[in-house]
């Protein structure tokens, strides 16, 4: 099963896809979506102000090593994203406080916002 973030009238919900085999079959499965809590001290990405820190590439969010409103220095790793069988760090490009715009075990895209330091 793999899982996603989606995003529905500005509400983020998780949802898991089962994954079928190499022909096709699937056991049926009931799709249940549960809304995210999202913390308060996260500011919505498209109101966040600061130094956007991008994904270079389509991974998954392996590990966040920081927490919302930490203090970070330049080049300090922000989380793990893998692609690829690979680990890849990725690091603030600047000092100052974080805010992380994604969750452990989400699927995200090249260029989307992973956080914001302002």
Do not use: W
Request: negative net charge; charged residues 20%.
């Amino acid at each position: 099963m793999r899982n996603f973030i989606i995003t529905v009238n500005g509400k983020q919900y998780e949802v898991g896809v089962e994954e079928t085999d190499a022909s096709g079959n699937v056991s049926p499965v009931t799709p249940k979506a549960v809304p995210l809590a999202v913390s308060s001290t996260a500011a919505p990405a498209n109101q966040a102000q600061g130094t956007k820190v991008l994904s270079p590439f389509p991974g998954l969010i392996k590990n966040i090593l920081v927490k919302n409103g930490d203090s970070v220095k330049k080049d300090q790793p922000l989380l793990v994203l893998e692609a690829m069988k690979m680990d890849n760090d990725i690091t603030a490009p600047c000092d100052g406080t974080v805010t992380v715009n994604v969750v452990k075990g989400a699927n995200v895209e090249s260029e989307a916002i992973l956080a914001v330091i302002s």
